[in-house]
């Protein structure tokens, strides 16, 4: 038997309506589509706090090629945007 939790969630109508759609159209049922959602969206949470971890990890390493290409885009973006503000 499968370890399944029935949960009550409110939604607006039009999102209900459009999901009720795609679970017809994908021929699952709506708790399915739900699930899939769920899924995807603490997959993309994870990747997104993986991100940030490995950002704040190079955060502190800096080389110096890097630097000097930084000031030279930085210089051309001010140059390119002085007289749009």
């Given at each position: 038997?499968?370890n399944?939790?029935?949960t009550?969630?409110?939604?607006?109508?039009?999102?209900?309506?459009?999901?009720?759609a795609?679970?017809?159209?994908?021929e699952v049922s709506?708790?399915h589509?739900f699930?899939l959602?769920?899924?995807?969206f603490i997959e993309?949470?994870r990747?997104?706090?993986?991100?940030?971890?490995i950002?704040a990890?190079?955060?502190?390493?800096?080389?110096p090629?890097?630097e000097?290409h930084?000031k030279?885009?930085?210089a051309?973006?001010?140059?390119?945007v002085?007289d749009?503000?």
């Amino acid at each position: 038997m499968a370890n399944n939790i029935k949960t009550a969630i409110s939604l607006e109508k039009a999102l209900f309506e459009e999901v009720e759609a795609l679970a017809q159209e994908m021929e699952v049922s709506r708790s399915h589509v739900f699930a899939l959602a769920a899924r995807q969206f603490i997959e993309h949470h994870r990747s997104q706090e993986m991100l940030e971890e490995i950002n704040a990890a190079h955060d502190d390493l800096t080389y110096p090629a890097e630097e000097t290409h930084q000031k030279q885009m930085r210089a051309k973006h001010r140059e390119m945007v002085k007289d749009q503000w």
